[in-house]
């Protein structure tokens, strides 16, 4: 949660998707120190999506399932860097604490962007709202970009969206259309 409060703090005041973001090996880091094993390599590389992901580690010491899980994360996220390069990164949700509703938000122009949504892992919410910016009274339309499928949610009075994500530990990737 250190990597994502970081990245988290820094786009409160700065564009992240001008900053290279590091990208942690889960399994390589000391399970005394960090948590970090309990979470899928798919999630740690989701962190730095907002930014430019780097790889700060020998590579080499991925494991094959581990290569699969990214592999599928970022041929998805190659499809749309482009776009994403040409929005303002925000952060939204909670401050990320290890037990937040937290992510963040690219507006790529007024109406729609990128979300990237992570329920952490100490966070026993189901469901949590989210305040989206510069939204109030529309409805969103999510593009889920890993699973597939889009949904249409109501935005309420004050620009807030639930989101629902079963399990601890997991993320989102939307792209979002603001519609009246």
Not at 118 to 132: D, G, P, T, V
Not at 134 to 162: A, H, P, R, Y
Request: aromatic fraction near 12%; charge should be negative.
């Amino acid at each position: 949660h250190t990597v994502m409060r970081d990245l988290w703090q820094i786009s409160t005041y700065l564009n992240l998707n001008k900053y290279q973001c590091s990208i942690q090996n889960v399994a390589q880091v000391n399970p005394d120190l960090s948590d970090a094993a309990k979470h899928s390599q798919s999630y740690a590389t989701a962190i730095a999506l907002m930014g430019i992901p780097l790889f700060f580690c020998e590579t080499k010491y991925f494991t094959d399932d581990a290569r699969s899980e990214i592999r599928r994360l970022l041929d998805v996220y190659k499809q749309h860097r482009r776009d994403m390069f040409r929005g303002y990164v925000f952060p939204i949700g909670e401050k990320p604490d290890n037990a937040a509703w937290t992510g963040f938000q690219n507006v790529v122009d007024d109406n729609c962007g990128y979300l990237t949504i992570f329920r952490e892992i100490n966070n026993s919410e189901n469901e949590k709202k989210i305040k989206l910016l510069f939204s109030k009274q529309c409805s969103v339309e999510l593009e889920d970009l890993i699973n597939g499928g889009t949904k249409t949610c109501d935005v309420d009075d004050d620009g807030s969206v639930e989101f629902v994500m079963s399990e601890p530990a997991d993320f989102r990737f939307f792209k979002y259309r603001f519609t009246a």
